[in-house]
């Protein structure tokens, strides 16, 4: 069954000069997001992170995850499951993390029809969800001030 919450996670990878992040382009609303998904059963939310990545990324859970303070808040209506859920959820909370990529070894699963690497900036402009967009400004501004937390 799936749980009260849903997790986001952003790919990033770090050059002297520049972060790249990966986003990825949905193939039932063709919204440009990161990756997103729901807990499962009695998963915690770092869990969940892991799964989905490797489920829509193919990215691996050994590599570093970092939890960001960014929380946003989503109506349960938006989820096919919430009759599920206890009468009282009315939103769930949505987590977010970043996982740090080494290579382009991202292989899309077939809720995406494309990604991209692009610049902070660049993805900024192509985001759908503003919770993305504040998910993805903490990521950028830890990685400034060397705050990123495991």
């Not at 070894?105 to 995406?112: A, G, M, P, Q, Y």
């Not at 993305?132 to 060397?146: D, Y």
């Amino acid at each position: 069954m799936r749980a009260a919450f849903q997790i986001l996670v952003i790919p990033f990878k770090k050059n002297i000069n520049q972060i790249k992040v990966v986003i990825f382009k949905r193939k039932d609303s063709l919204n440009w997001q990161f990756i997103a998904g729901g807990g499962e059963k009695n998963e915690t939310p770092l869990e969940a992170a892991k799964r989905e990545s490797y489920e829509e990324a193919n990215i691996k859970s050994s590599l570093p995850f970092f939890k960001l303070s960014t929380i946003s808040s989503i109506p349960k209506n938006n989820f096919k499951d919430y009759h599920n859920w206890n009468n009282n959820i009315y939103v769930i909370p949505e987590y977010c993390f970043a996982v740090e990529i080494v290579g382009n070894n991202i292989l899309l699963s077939k809720e995406h029809s494309e990604y991209k690497w692009l610049s902070i900036k660049e993805a900024q402009t192509v985001l759908c969800w503003d919770s993305n967009k504040t998910a993805l400004w903490e990521l950028e501004e830890r990685i400034k001030s060397n705050d990123l937390i495991l």
